[in-house]
Structures are given as structure tokens and as C-alpha cells.
T-cell receptor, first 108, second 111 residues
Framework: GIQVEQSPPDLILQEGANSTLRCNFS?????LQWFHQNPWGQLINLFY???GTKQNGRLSATTVATERYSLLYISSSQTTDSGVYFC??????????FGKGTKLSVIP | DSGVTQTPKHLITATGQRVTLRCSPR?????VYWYQQSLDQGLQFLIQ???????AKGNILERFSAQQFPDLHSELNLSSLELGDSALYFC??????????FGPGTRLTVT
């Protein structure tokens, strides 16, 4: 099956800093989503982005499908951005395969 | 709020028991997916239903079963529970079988 690798596994930021999270995948995909899992365990949709670039406030994402990677940018980070960020992909079938996540800690 | 609801939020039960987790998809969504999140396995796909029919199976144990009812809500049944079944169980739904929206999850603890 498709492999999904996320980096870095852990990231500690000072409030106000910017960061880039990376997701590499091993095959062509027809679905790529970024999620934020907050400390209460909820999975919150950030982007549906199988290709191209999208922005939503301080967050933006870019997927280069031909090179099989996606990037999530977080600017001016806030403590509420803390949690785990997951990249998930689907190739052919509809079920999502998740990466192991990037654990982000934003400190005041 | 994703629009996907799951009940109960928490469940504590003993080994050997059987439990039922319930999911109501977003209005208009025909697909329902079940995922399991455990510390050692991460987030894994279990099973998908589309308009009442099973569409895909993932790493779902034989002790687990699911169904989707005519009103499109879904239930995941877990039987002969073991300590290793303790996990967060998510339901997700989608309209076009692409972007999936996740419910808040049911945290199952088997003692």
C-alpha cells in the first residue's frame, strides 16, 4: 500500500514563529488532506489539497503531486496551534492512509 | 463542528465484553468510514460503507463488524474485547468519496 512520511516528528516553536511541515507519499494520490488533532483528540480538517496551493488565514498548504509531497505552512504561530498535524492520502481507493504526524508545541 | 456525531464519547468496559459505537454522518453524506487510533498502530482505516453497502475493508479484526442503516447512520460492533482494543475510534463521512470529515471520536478503554 501507499506509504506516507511526515517530518519533522516533533517541533517546538516560540509563539510568533513560522514553520513548515512536510508530507511525502509513495504513489499518485487522488485525495490529500491535512488535519490538526487538538489536545482533546478532535481531528479538525485543515485542507483538502490533492494538488495546488490553498490558504486559510495563517495556514497555507501546497501539494506538488508530480513530486509526491505536500507542505503545510503555519505563520505567526499561537499556543492554540499546538497539537499533532496529520497528513492523509488516498490512492485509487477512498480510505485514507495517515502519516505518523508532526507533534507541534508552541510555547509562550 | 464537522457535522459528524458519535456516541458515546467515552466507554469503559471489561475484557470479553461487547460494545456498539454509533455514528451519524453529515447531512447528505452517503459514505461512512471507521478508523481506529491507537498508540502503537497510529490512525488506521477499518471499514467503509456507501449508502448502506460495504465498499472497502481495511485492518478490521474478525471480532469487529459494522453496518450502515437506511437512515445512513452507522454502528461499529466490537466483541470479545481485549486490552489491546483500547483506542480512539473515529467515524468520518463524505459526500463525493473524497474529502472526509471526522467526528469527535469514541474513546474506548478495556480493563
Amino acid at each position: 500500500g501507499i506509504q506516507v512520511e511526515q517530518s519533522p516528528p516533533d517541533l517546538i516553536l516560540q509563539e510568533g514563529a513560522n514553520s513548515t511541515l512536510r508530507c511525502n507519499f509513495s504513489d499518485s494520490v487522488n485525495n490529500l488532506q491535512w488535519f490538526h488533532q487538538n489536545p482533546w483528540g478532535q481531528l479538525i480538517n485543515l485542507f483538502y489539497i490533492p494538488s495546488g496551493t490553498k490558504q486559510n488565514g495563517r495556514l497555507s498548504a501546497t501539494t506538488v503531486a508530480t513530486e509526491r509531497y505536500s507542505l503545510l505552512y503555519i505563520s505567526s504561530s499561537q499556543t492554540t496551534d499546538s497539537g499533532v498535524y496529520f497528513c492523509a492520502v488516498a490512492a485509487g481507493s477512498y480510505q485514507l492512509t495517515f502519516g505518523k504526524g508532526t507533534k507541534l508545541s508552541v510555547i509562550p | 463542528d464537522s457535522g459528524v456525531t458519535q456516541t458515546p464519547k467515552h466507554l469503559i468496559t471489561a475484557t470479553g465484553q461487547r460494545v456498539t459505537l454509533r455514528c451519524s454522518p453529515r447531512s447528505g453524506d452517503l459514505s461512512v468510514y471507521w478508523y481506529q487510533q491507537s498508540l502503537d498502530q497510529g490512525l488506521q482505516f477499518l471499514i467503509q460503507y456507501y449508502n448502506g453497502e460495504e465498499r472497502a475493508k481495511g485492518n478490521i479484526l474478525e471480532r469487529f463488524s459494522a453496518q450502515q442503516f437506511p437512515d445512513l447512520h452507522s454502528e461499529l460492533n466490537l466483541s470479545s474485547l481485549e486490552l489491546g482494543d483500547s483506542a480512539l475510534y473515529f467515524c468520518a463521512s463524505s459526500f463525493n468519496s473524497y474529502e472526509q470529515y471526522f467526528g469527535p471520536g469514541t474513546r474506548l478503554t478495556v480493563t
